[in-house]
């Protein structure tokens, strides 16, 4: 059961969000749901190539994360990240072009899904390799750290790449450069096809942490209130010269580990305890109870229309030419 | 010899990975398989499936995200009298796990002037040409092979993949085996075909017109543009292992054929087909009638995009264009 | 452009590095260095020496023994506005950081369809001979030449060293800045000669009987075999950079001398030797009157007994014979 | 200042080391310090090759660690093994000879300091990769798990290895697999020209160590007696198959990094103090107390005569013949 642990340092703030941030925070997880959704339907359909992983039932984590950055705020993800980019101020629209591998595309098509970046909003790139990202992000807020502009950098990763070296050494760094970053770490219960919980003994993810000096919390990663607040303390905190901090936030990964996965490994009855803890119905019913009706449902339609227009269009766009297969290669 | 040829259906590549590793398995006690979901998952290609089942969790071992700490582990325990064959998923991840292979694995019997063995294989897996992108596409055996002490096998057909993978687990080296994902689902063709030794390339075709050399997937890529060529005629040659090298094979096709053609579906920039035309340079240079060229991919990352990943990776119609060109010269 | 000529003496290798460095960091704040004892420590061979006094903790970063980390750290730090100069002390030690520099620096610009650029150097250093065992003296540039995106230098004296890691740091993507110990303490003869960019081979002497290309050590290696051979003319071209590489330089010098004698210090099997044979076979193949060669380390991890380093890797010796060879042929 | 920490798990015997084996470990100690004050004496007489680190200093850790192991134990070791070599029982004419670069070295003269090994003793391996022996001497252990007669395997390493992913992936993989494997951190207080305490910020390394769910344990490591202790608590755990242990040693490198090293970075006055604390003259004291006089002198002398002894053979003993280059590749 997902259950908030001890504070170590950072202090989230206890009000919950208001109304009206609660409400934009429902539109970008109504959108990420709505992209996911398409991406899952447009796969199967054969438009998106490739390897693709969604996040549906992980919105909330994305969407009170990059709620609380700033433009120019930086973030770096993984091969599951549509839901950070579309959060952190993504158009959809050439996110899905290059999940169509056009010219029109985010990366001009020469990334798709694992490999998304705008460098204009801070989007240092999903990433292929597990735990990658980790000492990337560590990097960018070494970058923001010498320009004292208060920038911080986010790093979202998942609980299976705690066991990586580049996870290690990425903390190891943080710490060491007390460097304004906020490692993420998104505890979906699954790595591929192995459950996580207890799968390769040890404590938990909050010790391993904390065991490097750094504040660490863990959120339930489906309140997007929640995620919120803690974010937020960990990135004032950062902003302010006090270094890293780490939040694990327990979600759950709805769908396959990739589209098309047959997920025999799932545990039974799991996926329809979660389902009751869907972020959005989350929201929904907290909004409803405050006299707000049927807000989700209209965000949800509003996102579908918008991403069945990205659909539209991203089957529209052109594909690179061929003979351009060589510009941007730059060295 | 266990041979999965009591099935019915001559077996796919994937088929006959999972049955070489399943017969050695049973053969050697000390054969154990580690990697990322290889075990109760069967492998991200289903290529280990069962195995968990039969052997248990003691021999076919699934490990956490942490590739370089499982090959290293690999190498200690092959030094201590196991037979790791441990899984690298995709092989643009050897980034993270090359020191266990190239510094550790590949040198200790030297270092140790024979003091020790390392009786290990890595086994990974390639294969462009669906979208996986910049890095879950690429085809970096000629670094490998660069490598003193790394043999390095290339399979290009499931009978292969057995008789190599075999050899591979037997030898007290380390071997780097290269699968091809694109190749899994093909049955052999020739499942009755005796087994050769690695470093024994097999000559697939024989003419006189040109020699094509290549290996993995290209080897049907070839045959392919050579069916769309009925006015050529190659000795077209599948090396099936990089290392050990069959250049006597080689050089003696090219100073029958006068011209060569090195297929590969890595990068040419300093990739591995220099070495065949090398090899052909310094063995056939005074028997050439023609060029002796490579092609291979262009010298960008693998893109995502169809169409780009197609202008990139080598196919049918680019070799057709290159023994043309090979044949003009 | 500033220039460290103002010193009475040349200055050697090391300080030519050092002065690049000191040089770019001072005409631009967002150049910073990074690596294991480079900062406090100047340096396990003393080429960073002054800089942490000069710019500080901030600019001049000791990091833990985190190669993987700092690599990936400076990818980051490029992306978001630096220039980040990070070392790698041996070039033995990339296998534990390879991923930052081949997954993520090589292909990030590619992966984002120019979204990102990646200005960023990779300095190393290698260099056998000196009893440094298999894991501190590998010659491994071209596995690095081998990776789309990434260029590669490799200077050969203090002139160049000072050049290209200027240019290197001022582009404004990846590069592999190969450096060898075993020249840091030489001094530049020419230090007045002309800069010439990355790309440009430079014809260090001329010769109508055959061609030598070679880079790094191998350059005053083969001087020396020439030296000793006064009967022997030969071109000998310095590539400088393996990646951009120079093919037209080549490619006209062997069309003119007829034959060709690639040296490395790398391992010849799979070397990046094969590289050049193949662009000679390629651009100059009807022009020869002799054959094509290579002369590298022989093919086994570098032995740690003086005797067997000697007769793995290549010398003036090693170099005269194969320029006999290529003479002969 | 060097002060046992809680126990975390790992209990070690109480009663200090019987006189007997007191002295057979300072026999030991003895002839590792005389090994390395002659490894240093030829290195500048160019008889020894390359990069040679000495442990002259820490020769208490080497003897108690390995004083408790059988010969099918297992060791892997770094850059600075002849000590960890010389206690696991490897024969110092053939590691001189090594050393020397000959024939008749431990390696044929292949390897060299660096690469130090003997699989009949089960030392898999000095090496030249930080961090590079943990995960090995994992899989040893692995090995010897599968097996069931009881081996275990030693891993040391410095404690400036501990930044690395390697360190890392050995510790997970360790756990996750409760391999009868006891990490022996030789904190020297150096990594390179860098002092360690403190230098990368953070918890302590049993504070790190622990949050793998790895019984960490810190240890007085010039005490031979309490290294013994300790280590054997954590062999006998991990025999019976409660997997492995981490201990710090605390000790101090008294020499250069490598042979040569100017030292400019040397902590002024540490030295000095930590001379008091070494490790021979402690035993010999406490054999003295005990009515035992003048064995530390004795056993030195016998040990620099064995260790002449050495230096004489190799220096007579045939370098490989370089035809031979090729031999042992393997593949
Ligand atoms: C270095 C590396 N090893 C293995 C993989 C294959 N792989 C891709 S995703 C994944 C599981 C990641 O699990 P987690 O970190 O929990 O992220 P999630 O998929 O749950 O979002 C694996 C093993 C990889 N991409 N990179
Ligand atoms: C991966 C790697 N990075 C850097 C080095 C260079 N190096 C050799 S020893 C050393 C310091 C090691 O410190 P520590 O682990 O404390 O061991 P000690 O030398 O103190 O015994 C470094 C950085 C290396 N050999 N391998
Ligand atoms: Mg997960
Ligand atoms: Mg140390």
């Known amino acids: ?331 | 010899m266990p041979d999965p040829t009591a099935t019915a259906k001559p077996p796919r590549y994937l088929d006959a990975v999972n049955a070489a590793l399943a017969d050695e398995m049973r053969a050697d006690g000390s054969v154990i398989a580690l990697g990322v979901d290889i075990g109760r998952g069967g492998g991200a290609y289903g290529v280990t499936r069962g195995l968990f089942e039969e052997f248990g969790a003691d021999r076919v071992i699934d490990t956490p995200i942490a590739e370089a700490g499982v090959l290293g582990a690999a190498v200690g325990a092959a030094m201590a009298g196991q037979r790791p064959v441990a899984e690298v998923m995709y092989m643009d991840f050897v980034t993270v796990c090359l020191d266990p292979i190239v510094n550790q694995a590949a040198k200790l019997r030297y270092m140790t002037g024979g003091g020790v063995t390392v009786p290990i294989v890595f086994r990974t897996q390639t294969g462009g040409g669906r979208s996986g992108g910049a890095q879950h596409s690429q085809s970096l055996e000629g670094i490998l092979a660069h490598i003193p002490g790394l043999d390095v096998y290339c399979p290009s057909d499931a009978r292969d993949a057995y008789d190599l993978l075999v050899a591979a687990i037997r030898a007290d080296h380390p071997v780097c085996f290269v699968e091809n994902r694109r190749l899994y689902g093909k049955r052999a063709d020739g499942w009755e075909r005796e087994a050769l030794p690695p470093g024994r390339a097999r000559l697939v075709r024989e003419g006189a017109d040109l020699t094509i050399v290549t290996w993995g997937r290209m080897v049907p890529e070839s045959i392919a543009a050579l069916d769309a060529l009925p006015d050529v005629a190659a000795d077209l040659i599948d090396l099936r292992t990089l290392a050990p090298l069959d250049v006597d094979t080689v050089v003696e096709s090219v100073r029958r054929t006068g011209r060569c053609l090195v297929v590969h579906e890595a990068v040419e920039r300093f990739g591995p087909g220099g070495e065949l035309i090398s090899k052909v340079a310094e063995g056939a240079l005074f028997d050439l009638d023609g060029p002796i060229l490579r092609h291979g991919a262009r010298p960008t990352p693998v893109p995502y995009s169809p169409g780009l990943e197609a202008a990139m990776l080598p196919d049918s119609e680019g070799i057709g264009a290159a023994i043309a060109r090979t044949l003009e010269g």
Chains 1, 4 share one sequence.
């Open chain 1, 1 to 331: 059961m997902p259950a908030e642990d001890e504070d170590l340092k950072i202090e989230p703030a206890s009000a919950p969000p208001d109304p009206e941030t609660l409400r934009e925070r429902l539109r970008t997880m109504a959108r990420i749901r709505a992209f996911e959704e398409q991406v899952g339907r447009q796969f199967r359909e054969g438009n998106v190539h490739g390897f693709v992983h969604t996040s549906i039932g992980q919105e909330a984590v994305a969407a009170g994360s990059c709620g609380v950055l700033d433009r120019d705020d930086f973030i770096t993800t993984t091969h599951r990240g549509h839901g950070h980019c579309l959060a952190k101020g993504a158009d959809p629209e050439p996110m899905m072009a290059e999940l169509f591998g056009r010219e029109t595309g985010t990366c001009h098509g020469r990334g798709g899904s694992m490999h998304l970046a705008d460098a204009s909003l801070g989007i240092l790139g999903a990433n292929g390799i597990v735990g990658a990202g980790v000492p990337i992000a560590v990097g960018a807020a070494l970058a923001a750290r010498r320009e004292q502009a208060g920038r911080v950098a986010l790093a979202f990763f998942g609980e299976g790449a705690v066991h990586c070296g580049a996870f290690h050494e990425g903390m190891v760094l943080a710490v060491a450069w007390q460097a304004p970053v906020v490692f993420i770490c998104e505890n979906n219960h699954y790595a591929e096809f192995t459950p996580s919980t207890g799968a390769w003994g040890g404590p938990g993810l909050l010790e391993r942490a904390s065991a490097y000096g750094v504040p660490a919390l863990r959120v339930e990663g489906n309140d997007v209130g929640k995620v919120e607040a803690a974010v937020r303390a960990a990135v004032n905190s950062a902003r302010a010269g006090a270094g890293p901090a780490f939040l694990e936030m327990l979600t759950y990964r709805m769908g396959g580990h990739y589209e098309g996965d047959a997920e025999p490994y799932r545990v039974e009855g799991e996926r329809e305890e979660w389902a009751e803890r869907d972020p959005i119905a989350a929201v929904d019913a907290t909004l409803a109870a405050a006299g707000q009706d049927g807000v989700a449902k209209a965000l949800l339609e509003e996102a579908r229309q918008e991403m069945e227009a990205a659909v539209r269009n991203a089957l529209a766009a052109p594909y690179p030419e061929p003979e351009a297969v060589m510009e941007y290669v730059g060295a």
